[in-house]
């Protein structure tokens, strides 16, 4: 990854546009910013959530509050709690997501 051609510039989360992804359970509502290819989003899963999905995209994810549980294909479970981020590459270990009461996340992809 690269930043380039980014302007200084401050983002007020609460004033940038909100979509809603359902989930095998639940829903997802994100708050996404593009600089140039990437991705910068503030992601609320509702309590219950499980993706719909294994997901193969690269992240870099930081819980800011609740509780996150990130599955990997081959079985191992990773609980995260807020200040824990984790990162893997794009084609590195398909992974999915869920919570039991909720999380609120910043991620860059």
Not at 34 to 63: M, P, S
Not at 69 to 78: C, I, K, P, Q, Y
Request: glycine share 10%.
């Amino acid at each position: 990854m690269q930043l380039q051609e980014i302007p200084f510039g401050i983002t007020d989360w609460s004033l940038v546009e909100e979509t809603v992804h359902a989930g095998e359970r639940g829903m997802a509502r994100w708050r996404t910013r593009h600089f140039g290819n990437i991705r910068v989003r503030q992601v609320e899963y509702t309590a219950g959530y499980l993706a719909d999905h294994w997901c193969r995209k690269g992240h870099i994810l930081l819980v800011l509050h609740g509780q996150l549980d990130t599955e990997l294909e081959d079985g191992r479970v990773f609980t995260l709690t807020p200040g824990m981020s984790y990162q893997v590459a794009d084609g590195a270990e398909a992974h999915r997501s869920s919570t039991v009461n909720g999380a609120l996340l910043f991620i860059v992809d």
